[in-house]
């Protein structure tokens, strides 16, 4: 895409994939199941782990659903590509959202009583994706996909998170950096991927 050229998220809902739609409707449930359960999710600052789920879900619903158009976005104006369906393609964005996004929320509710380790995965993920997301808005000085969830939702719940494990001293140091690894991972790994198959593919032509 020209330098000049500014994104516009497509008019019609394309969400580039059934998945999505799972997403939205699972943003309702999850959030009033937090709700209902707001006294057990006090216990043990469960609340660090189980919120996880739901903000990620309505998170991927306003990257994808309402307004949607995260996949154009990501390719073009993140990753500098001429073709809005690549390198990040459906089938990756199912398995970043649905594989490693879903599968880290849930393990990190599900261990969190024995380990806060998934839970810590999760938080430097949002912390990353939050960062991505209002990094790229100051830049361009506009609104991206997904930018009001990661600030409001992910970068709050990521800061007061920390202070909470931080008071617990739930996490040891070496645990701590390896969860930081992996969080950072998950969030800044992508766009290097695309990046090195892009790479690849033009050393090929």
Same mark, same amino acid.
């Given at each position: 895409?020209?330098?000049?050229?500014?994104?516009?998220?497509?008019?019609?809902?394309?969400? #580039?994939?059934?998945? %999505?739609?799972?997403?939205?409707?699972?943003?309702?449930?999850?959030?009033?199941?937090?709700?209902?359960?707001?006294?057990?999710?006090? &216990?043990?600052?469960?609340?660090?782990?189980?919120?996880? /789920?739901?903000? /990620? +879900?309505?998170?991927?619903?306003?990257? *994808?659903? &309402?307004?949607?158009?995260?996949? %154009?976005?990501?390719?073009?104006?993140?990753?500098?590509?001429?073709?809005?369906?690549?390198? /990040?393609?459906?089938?990756?964005?199912?398995?970043? =959202?649905?594989?490693?996004? *879903?599968?880290?929320?849930?393990?990190?509710?599900?261990?969190?009583? $024995?380990?806060?380790?998934?839970?810590?995965?999760?938080? *430097?993920?949002?912390?990353? =994706?939050?960062?991505?997301?209002?990094?790229?808005?100051?830049?361009?000085?506009?609104? =991206?996909?997904? /930018?009001?969830?990661?600030?409001?939702?992910?970068?709050? #719940?990521?800061?007061?998170?920390?202070?909470?494990?931080?008071?617990?001293?739930?996490?040891? $140091? $070496?645990?701590?950096? +390896?969860?930081?690894?992996?969080?950072?991972?998950?969030?800044?790994?992508?766009?290097?991927?695309?990046?090195?198959?892009? &790479?690849?593919?033009?050393? &090929?032509?």
């Amino acid at each position: 895409m020209p330098s000049g050229q500014r994104y516009c998220a497509p008019m019609a809902v394309d969400t #580039h994939g059934r998945w %999505p739609w799972v997403a939205a409707a699972l943003v309702g449930p999850t959030w009033g199941a937090a709700v209902a359960g707001r006294r057990a999710l006090r &216990r043990d600052d469960f609340w660090v782990a189980a919120l996880g /789920l739901p903000i /990620l +879900v309505a998170h991927q619903s306003e990257e *994808w659903v &309402r307004p949607g158009g995260f996949l %154009p976005f990501c390719n073009e104006r993140l990753l500098g590509s001429d073709r809005p369906t690549w390198p /990040l393609t459906e089938r990756d964005g199912f398995h970043v =959202n649905v594989t490693a996004g *879903w599968g880290t929320a849930i393990a990190a509710a599900l261990l969190w009583r $024995r380990s806060a380790v998934p839970a810590t995965v999760v938080l *430097w993920a949002e912390a990353g =994706n939050a960062a991505m997301h209002s990094g790229m808005a100051l830049r361009d000085r506009r609104y =991206n996909p997904g /930018l009001v969830t990661a600030v409001g939702l992910m970068g709050v #719940h990521a800061a007061v998170a920390r202070h909470a494990l931080h008071r617990s001293d739930r996490l040891g $140091r $070496r645990e701590g950096i +390896v969860a930081g690894a992996l969080g950072i991972g998950l969030s800044a790994g992508l766009p290097l991927v695309m990046k090195l198959r892009m &790479r690849r593919t033009a050393s &090929r032509a």
